[in-house]
């Protein structure tokens, strides 16, 4: 029997609410949010403000969560929350972390001006004005490929998510070099001889920073989610893995599983590229950082020099080249090869949803120069070599108008679908539950219109209910963290529909709720799914081939092959 840790008080609303019952002569909230009245939490008090888009809802904004990993703090495991004087104001989010690109690749409506900064590990909350009972906690993780984004992009705004009775908290954590560095000294100086997994502890930080503090905003720290897509999709299922997050969450959902970068070693070169040490050692080079004031030297050079030292051998994901910014296997915060372990059922025992979009590579194929068939199979031979026979007779590419499908169809498969497939199947052996989504809708965008597909990062908007009609910023160009678009009556259905789920999720550990279409939890026997379309249906068997290429590349990547 699968148990999850809900307050009977809770339990009880929840129940009440799925039955559909009338709340007849309520009792008054049992505590209410003031935004003119302080609240106190780690470092001292702040004072936040009812949310944009509805004063039922209070925001508190730029919440510092652990001191500035600043000066010889840098490349350090987060420090406590450096205390301040007075009532800090919480009505404006923080500094971003330093990233690769201009604003606009973060988010359409980012601007070039946001400010960037080392000093960037804050966070933001929603909780609802009104509180009844203890409300369950959803903590998002954001994407970007771990080397850019930030929990306060507006895509991200969680009013609607808080207005279903939740405290949605969404995080900074360090990114590219100045979150996942690693090198022989920074390992040298650790007790536990390791390096490069920063963001990773910005993340468990955060989520401790919650376990302490989140009561203060009528959360529950017994009922914490953790959720993100993309790259934060990643970090969700590192953080399953990672010994220290154990018990700080109760229940995870992984959207569009970004893993490259989990097949990285500190130390030894695994396939075609080098090991985060390595990579580390030659960046520090470029600096002129070498020898016994290797480390002096790195932390002396401004964040703007790092960066542009990062962004110079930025490389190509699809070539397996250039660069790799995301968790590396330390023996310490990714005790080992993550593959292995969930296949070893090592993970968090925690109930799970993990999905992706059904159009998942149509974007990595749109910027690939792969256009006939001696492409396709130069670039399959090149870079997946164990299993290349297999793909090539797999995806059929024998002709210029297939090449770019045939990438699209290859992306999405050894990137998302295959991973997922795995994911689901490993987290089956565990006594929690799984379950499995696969988002179909064309999102009517620009860059839905522009590409005619489920694209990756397009369902972000549904999961915050951050939809916007009408057309963007003047001068934008297609993105897939848009929220502007024609929405119509089956995209809003859509959107409360996904928020029903996830919020139900946080509350009781399971999805499913009366008023909503039956979600049965994946078994590896039958393979049972969600269609989230148009409409919501269910479907089986999803993924099944990706899943066995996926697995024989892992292995064959594994043994050098």
Not at 317 to 335: E, S
Not at 355 to 375: F, L, N, T
Not at 392 to 413: F, K, N, Q, W
Request: aromatic fraction near 8%; glycine fraction near 12%.
């Amino acid at each position: 029997m699968k148990h999850v840790r809900v307050t009977l008080c809770a339990a009880m609303m929840a129940l009440a609410a799925a039955c559909g019952q009338p709340q007849v002569d309520a009792p008054p909230p049992a505590a209410m949010l003031d935004p003119d009245v302080p609240v106190a939490i780690t470092g001292g008090e702040i004072r936040g403000a009812p949310a944009g888009g509805n004063p039922d809802i209070v925001a508190f904004k730029g919440v510092p969560y652990a001191a500035p990993p600043v000066g010889g703090l840098r490349w350090q495991p987060p420090r406590p929350v450096v205390a301040w004087d007075g009532v800090r104001d919480a009505t404006a989010s923080g500094p971003v972390c330093m990233q690769t690109g201009p604003a606009w690749i973060r988010a359409p409506d980012a601007g070039e001006d946001d400010p960037e900064s080392e000093d960037c590990l804050f966070l933001n909350i929603w909780a609802p004005r009104e509180i009844e009972a203890p409300l369950p906690v959803m903590v998002w993780i954001h994407g970007g490929g771990f080397f850019n984004g930030a929990g306060s992009l507006p895509i991200y705004d969680g009013t609607r998510i808080a207005e279903n009775g939740v405290v949605v908290v969404n995080i900074n954590y360090r990114l590219n070099v100045f979150g996942f560095f690693a090198h022989p000294a920074l390992s040298a100086e650790s007790p536990h001889g390791a390096s490069g997994n920063y963001g990773l502890l910005d993340m468990v930080a955060a989520l401790e920073w919650v376990r302490d503090n989140i009561a203060a905003f009528g959360g529950d720290p017994d009922r914490v989610t953790i959720f993100g897509e993309s790259a934060g999709g990643g970090a969700v299922m590192a953080l399953l893995l990672v010994p220290q997050s154990e018990g700080l969450f109760h229940g995870a959902i992984s959207g569009s599983t970004w893993v490259y970068g989990w097949d990285r070693e500190l130390r030894e070169p695994l396939g075609d590229w080098l090991s985060a040490e390595g990579q580390g050692v030659q960046l520090a080079e470029s600096l002129g950082a070498s020898g016994a004031a290797a480390l002096d030297t790195l932390r002396a050079a401004t964040s703007e020099e790092l960066q542009a030292a990062a962004d110079a051998n930025a490389g190509s994901l699809m070539l397996r080249t250039g660069y790799v910014w995301a968790p590396n296997v330390d023996g310490w915060i990714i005790p080992r090869d993550p593959l292995a372990m969930y296949e070893a059922g090592l993970q968090h025992d925690v109930p799970l949803i993990t999905g992706m979009m059904s159009d998942e590579g149509i974007g990595i194929a749109q910027r690939s120069d792969i256009e006939d068939a001696e492409a396709f199979e130069s670039y399959v031979r090149t870079v997946y070599r164990g299993v290349a026979d297999e793909m090539i007779a797999h995806y059929g590419v024998t002709s210029p108008e297939a090449a770019r499908p045939g990438v699209a169809r290859l992306m999405s498969d050894m990137r998302f679908a295959g991973p997922v497939r795995v994911q689901v199947e490993t987290h089956a052996q565990v006594s929690s539950p799984v379950w499995l989504y696969h988002f179909t809708r064309v999102p009517p965008t620009a860059l839905g219109s522009a590409v005619n597909g489920a694209y990756h990062g397009g369902d972000l908007v549904y999961w915050f209910g951050t939809l916007a009609a009408g057309p963007g910023p003047p001068g934008g160009r297609p993105h897939p963290m848009a929220i502007h678009g024609d929405w119509t009556d089956a995209d809003r259905r859509l959107s409360e529909t996904i928020i029903a789920y996830w919020t139900q999720f946080a509350a009781t550990g399971d999805p499913n709720r009366d008023d909503l279409a039956a979600w049965p939890a994946f078994e590896p026997a039958d393979g049972r799914h969600l269609d989230l379309g148009e409409t919501v249906t269910g479907g089986e068997r999803l993924h099944e081939a990706a899943g066995g290429l996926f697995r024989r590349f892992a292995a064959s990547q594994r043994a050098g092959t």
